[in-house]
């Protein structure tokens, strides 16, 4: 079985936002791992069309060009690390789009998160853990959340976000559950792949 790819998405695309900086440092953190394969996604390069397909993605193909291209970058991996902005209470409607914008290409893969905004984006996470699930993805416990003092200290301090050891400890604890079930999940969709061509 080949290494584990997982794809860290930037779950925002305002022009100001602060999401390159988490995906940046949690993509070196699991870059250091010799385990599993890293890939940033950015959702600037799939400029997806607010859901207007005449179906869901999981009962047929989408007539968008850029959703499916997303749906085949989204399928050559298998696992995922989402920045995850918190606005309103609720994550990005850019990152809600994309993962209405795919179904199959989703199913039996491990997504983690990295949140942010005034409880370190913690409620924008729990809606995303359920969205996870109705894609049938395994989202994991573990997560990091950037808090706003945090969050204050790295865009208008200076500071690095690898300067913060909590940030650090929780960043690598979200990377080993991803990376685990990413290559749990992968041997069992192989297993079930070669069983259905038999």
Not at 98 to 107: G, H, P, S
């Amino acid at each position: 079985m080949s290494k584990p790819r997982i794809g860290i998405i930037i779950g925002s695309t305002r022009p100001a936002r602060f999401g390159d900086k988490p995906a940046d440092w949690i993509a070196a953190i699991a870059a250091r791992r010799d385990d599993i394969e890293i890939e940033t996604v950015d959702l600037r390069d799939y400029p997806l069309p607010f859901f207007e397909e005449d179906r869901s993605p999981a009962w047929g193909p989408s007539k968008s060009e850029v959703a499916q291209r997303w749906q085949k970058k989204i399928a050559a991996l298998d696992g995922f690390i989402v920045t995850a902005a918190e606005y309103n209470h609720a994550p990005t409607g850019v990152l809600k789009n994309a993962l209405d914008y795919a179904y199959n290409e989703w199913v039996h893969k491990p997504i983690g998160f990295v949140g942010y905004g005034g409880v370190g984006g913690a409620r924008a996470v729990e809606q995303l853990r359920m969205i996870a699930i109705e894609l049938q993805m395994a989202p994991v416990k573990n997560a990091v959340h950037i808090t706003w003092g945090d969050f204050v200290q790295v865009m208008q301090q200076g500071r690095k976000l690898d300067e913060f050891e909590h940030l650090n400890q929780a960043a690598a604890a979200t990377v080993e559950d991803v990376a685990w079930w990413a290559k749990v999940l992968k041997a069992a969709r192989e297993d079930k792949a070669q069983a259905k061509a038999a």
